[in-house]
């Protein structure tokens, strides 16, 4: 029996990745290059670069995959970390853009 309620939602999932200091920049670059070459574009979905001096060496991503995303991300030169964001954090993030 299946759920009548049941329904196929995507759930808005963020990371957010540590790159090596002063290499943003080139790491973005990197990532769309793969992005494009692996025709990535369902799995990363979204790259934001955040405007405040405390983000310097992150970026914020809405991805499809964790795991897929985790595995992209560690093959990229001046990748450090990635950690899960709830979608309010990643929005709090946001925020402070607009």
Do not use: H
Request: charged content about 30%.
């Amino acid at each position: 029996m299946s759920d009548i309620n049941q329904q196929d939602t995507v759930v808005e999932q963020w990371c957010l990745v540590t790159i090596r200091q002063w290499k943003r920049e080139s790491f973005v670059k990197y990532l769309q290059t793969e992005i494009d070459r692996q025709k990535l574009e369902d799995v990363i979905l979204e790259i934001i670069e955040p405007e405040e001096a405390v983000y310097d060496n992150m970026i914020l991503l809405r991805i499809a995959s964790f795991p897929v995303t985790r595995k992209i991300l560690m093959q990229i030169e001046f990748f450090q970390g990635i950690q899960r964001l709830k979608p309010q954090e990643a929005q709090r993030m946001l925020a402070r853009e607009a």
